[in-house]
């Protein structure tokens, strides 16, 4: 198998990977209907910023995104009192043990599409 099968077989993939939800990350973290596993997408004013797993809760991890340093231990540095209003996020339920799995396939298929993903920290 080719490059472009291996890159084609990645889009093909994630492209069954569609957002089951979005909202601003403040309706996201107040939204009890997320206290479960699951993949999302970060965006800052309309570009993809960061893709992610919260297997211990999506409304924990957005919780954590919103509140900042002073919230949990998962805050992101880039997400501060400034912005967080312009900050929306998508994401996917999924069990916990597929949570890893989710994540890879939607990183990569960004990555393949040219997106910079200027807050992820992998790879």
């Known amino acids: 198998m080719g490059l472009f099968d291996a890159v084609g077989n990645v889009l093909k993939t994630a492209s069954s990977i569609s957002p089951a939800g979005s909202a601003s990350l403040r309706s996201a973290a107040e939204n009890s209907d997320l206290n479960c596993p ?21 409304r924990k991890r957005f919780s954590d995104y919103y ?11 880039y997400i501060d009192e400034s912005n967080r209003d312009r900050v929306s996020v998508q994401w996917r339920k999924c069990e916990r043990n597929q949570c890893r799995k989710l994540e ?6 960004a990555k393949a599409t040219g997106e910079k993903l200027p807050w992820s920290n992998r790879r």
């Open 67 to 77: 509140r900042g340093k002073a919230g949990g231990t998962a805050y992101l540095k």
């Open 38 to 58: 699951g993949v999302y997408k970060v965006f800052y004013s309309g570009q993809l910023m960061k893709v992610g797993k919260a297997e211990d809760g999506l």
């Open 104 to 109: 890879t396939r939607m990183y990569d298929a």
